[in-house]
Every structure is written in C-alpha cells, then in structure tokens.
C-alpha cells in the first residue's frame, strides 16, 4: 500500500497573512473585477449574482465567491490502473505528490549537448520512464509531439502516454476535438463512462490568463471538461513584475484571484464537479521578462499558494522542482530541490513540473528525469519527518546493548534500516578509489547509463489489443505505439 505523506510543516505565511491576502482577493473580486470573455461564461456569473461592468468586466460580490468556491470538492480523486489503489493520487488537505509537467517543445537525449525538438515517440518513452521511476507518482505529459498536426496532438498524447503507464496521467488539452477524443477513449480503456468518472486515471489541464482573465477558448474549454465530469486543474501563471505586482504578496493576491475565478467558471458549468486550484506563479527576469523557473522565490509563491489552497478547502496543483540550467548540471540540482522540498514541505499536493525539466521549462530531460526521481525521494523523506513512538525510541535496545555497545548486529537496525533512510540510486557513496575503478562517473552518466537501460528493456503496453484496435477505428487520427 502506498504511504501517504503530509506535508503543512512549513508555513512561509502568518494566519493573519492568509486572511490579508483572501480579504485582498475578494476586494479584487467586488472593486476590479474579472474580464469573462466568453459570452455564456458571462452569462452564468451574471445568472449566479455577479454585476456588469464595463465591456467584458465583471465583479463579484463576496458572498457569491464565497458559495461558488464552497460548492467545489476539498479532495479529488486521481486514480492509476491498479486495481490495488497503489498508484492513485488523493488530492487534498496537505498530502503530498510528485510527477512530471509539461509541455516542453524541446527534449535533451542523455549525453547530448544540445535539445532537439520533441516528437510523439519521447511522450511514448517519457512514459515508459515514469512507470518505472519508483517515487515519481504520476504522468503529465510532458512534452509536445512537434511531428503532429494540431488537431492530432490532444488524441494521440494521452494514447502514447496511456499506452506506456499505469500512473495516473494528466495534461494540457488545446481543441475541443481533442478533451472529446480523449475522454472517449478513456471511457473505452475504462469499459465505460461511469467506471471512469467513478475511477479517473485522466486528468486535464486549461489555463487562466493573468491578470485576471478568463479568455474565450479555456474558458470554454473549462466549461466542457466539467460538464463531461473528468477532473480539471485551472491554473493561473503570473509572473511577479511582469502580469502581476513586483511584490510576492501582490503576486499571490492574482494568483489566487484568477485560479479561484477558474474555479468558480467550473462549478457554474457543473456544480460539484473535480475541480483543482492551480498555480504555475513565478518571477520575471527584469533585465529581459523571460519566465524563471528556478528562482527561489518560485517556490515561496507556490509554497504560500498551498496554504491558499488549505485555507479554502480546495485540492492544490503546485509548481516546483524546476531549473533554469540548460543541462542537467549541478545549478539544475540545487534549484529543483530547493523549490520542491519547500512546496512539498508546505503541503502542495499534485507538484507537476517536478521531474525531468530544465531551461526555463522549454526542454525536458531524459537524464534529470531520472536524477529528479532521487531528489522526489529524498523530498518526500524530509516530508515523512521522524517518527516518534515506543519503537523508534528504541530505549529497550539503548537498555540491551548498555554504555559502549554497538547497533550494527543488533536485531532492531536489521528490522528498520530500509525504512529509517532513504536509499538514493543514483547517488555514488563509494569511496574514491571504488569510484575510479567503476569509471569516475558523474551524476549526469549514472542517469544517462539509467535512461538507457530502462528504455532497452521491452516495452509494457497497458492498453489490450483488442481495446486498441478498437481505439485505432474508433478514434480519428490516432497513431499506432
């Protein structure tokens, strides 16, 4: 059975601070308004309570924001393909996991210096990787097949990916064609619609446009996810001194007004529908507004957006472990695991992005892929924290083994030594001439020597054949893995 891990230990907010930036949000909400831009959006707010103002604005009063946040679910459900509920992801409250975002354009081969543009096939492998990456809990799809046409993307993105995991899978959806084409095809790998509304192993994600808008295409792509009752994640991106304020706390105050705003759209589509508050907030770079993804305070703003989150009762899609690196060096390191260890300490529950990116989120990694698998893992030990109780105090053993003893042949350390400590695959703990020995290898040929070995073993293929010839006449455009 999989262990569940609760993070909230680290609180970069005061309680008073949270209430400040709600109290801020609904000001926002009644004073400044919204721009909806989708006319049948607009209309439901303005059904639901909302004034008109000027063009597409709208404001809101507080009580509606209130009962419309009120009416979306605390936990949702994100379920793999075992039956056995191991791989499923409950989000909520301040459990915690970890997995992969997307989309990058770009992919990075191990040993390559250079990215190349991605292709259908690294969703199909990306896959593959993450099925077998012990503590990377979930598969979003992470990059886009450039070797697609538009319409081709959203279909044969969640097939590769479904084809290749029993993880959970989520991502991006772009046309309206695709979110149908999609949940059709996972009801068919369910056996049925309600066997996957009652086990989502689908997921996806639209967008809130900051500051504070919801546009006409993720508006409605927003409303139809819900109403097909499949979850959705609507994030908002603001980037402090860019689309929102220079300030972190300003920040926050959009962040949270548009993914809240995205929330309601889902709940006025479809009241009680899975529906996950978002953030993707980071900073701009002042000298040339480009998106950073490796920033310190990257993490601050998503490690507050889960106490956010927590305030509202609202499951909480987070952005950590990310890097501005353009290889998997040691910058890429140290800033992936500062952000994650910071947002899954605060108790971020689904954090995307956390494996397997660098350079600003453009390229994905095959050998941070593998690297991050470690760094998740050590993570989420910092997250168990240290179990207190009569065993682990161990004062019989203290008692037995008496003033200059030793541990090492003691029962109790052979019991308890694999679940006390993370054990790291990658991590070479040998002593320098073992090292030599074995080559001198550094971390980033241990994950290329790790990609490739996993990747010549067979491939497993999750769907039936029957279900995918079924797939193949039943679902336009789709490509065979």
């Not at 990116?357 to 095959?366: R, V």
Request: hydrophobic share 40%; with cysteine; charged share 25%.
């Amino acid at each position: 059975m999989k262990k569940i891990r609760e993070g909230g230990a680290y609180t970069p907010l005061s309680k008073s601070a949270v209430k400040r930036i709600h109290e801020t949000s609904l000001r926002v909400f009644e004073e400044v308004g919204i721009e909806v831009r989708l006319p049948e959006a607009r209309r439901l707010f303005l059904d639901a309570g909302a004034r008109e103002a000027e063009g597409p604005v709208i404001k809101i009063p507080a009580s509606l924001v209130e009962r419309l946040i009120g009416a979306a679910p605390s936990v949702v459900s994100l379920c793999g393909r075992d039956e056995s509920g191991d791989l499923d992801c409950h989000i909520g409250g301040c459990d915690v996991y970890l997995g992969t975002g997307g989309t990058a354009l770009n992919v990075l081969e191990p040993g390559a210096n250079r990215p190349r543009p991605s292709v259908l096939g690294d969703v199909a492998a990306m896959a593959r990787l993450v099925d077998r990456l012990e503590h990377v809990d979930f598969y979003m799809v992470n990059v886009y097949p450039n070797d697609l046409a538009a319409e081709e993307v959203d279909a044969n993105r969640f097939y590769a990916a479904l084809m290749h995991t029993r993880k959970h899978v989520m991502g991006g959806v772009y046309t309206f064609d695709g979110v149908e084409r999609v949940i059709r095809m996972a009801e068919l790998v369910a056996g049925g619609a309600e066997p996957l509304r009652k086990r989502p192993f689908i997921s996806m994600v639209t967008c809130v446009v900051s500051p504070l808008r919801l546009d006409m295409h993720y508006s409605g792509l927003t409303m139809e996810i819900a109403r097909r009752g499949i979850p959705v994640v609507v994030p908002s991106e603001p980037l402090s001194g860019a689309t929102a304020p220079i300030t972190l706390a300003g920040t926050l105050v959009i962040q949270n007004v548009d993914t809240l705003a995205g929330v309601m759209l889902a709940q006025l589509a479809n009241p009680g529908t899975p529906v996950i508050y978002g953030s993707v907030a980071s900073v701009a770079d002042l000298r040339d507004m480009k998106y950073l993804s490796g920033a310190v305070e990257m993490g601050l703003l998503n490690a507050a957006a889960a106490q956010m989150a927590q305030y509202y009762r609202l499951p909480y899609y987070a952005t950590a472990g990310m890097t501005d690196a353009k290889t998997p060096d040691a910058q890429a390191g140290y800033e992936s695991a500062v952000s994650a260890v910071m947002v899954a300490l605060a108790g971020g529950n689904f954090i995307h992005d956390a494996a397997g990116f660098i350079e600003f989120c453009l390229t994905a990694s095959y050998e941070k892929l593998v690297i991050d698998n470690d760094i998740i893992g050590m993570v989420m030990r910092a997250v168990e924290g240290i179990r207190v109780d009569d065993e682990s105090l161990a004062f019989d053993v203290i008692r037995d083994v008496g003033p200059g003893g030793n541990y090492v042949a003691q029962r109790h350390t052979r019991k308890l030594m694999r679940n006390e400590r993370f054990l790291p695959v990658l991590s070479d703990r040998s002593d320098r001439e073992q090292w030599e020995r074995g080559g001198s290898k550094k971390a980033r040929e241990r994950a290329a020597d790790r990609v490739r070995s996993l990747l010549a073993e067979k491939p497993q293929r999750y769907i039936a054949d029957d279900t995918a010839r079924r797939l193949m006449e039943e679902i336009p455009g789709l490509r065979s893995w």
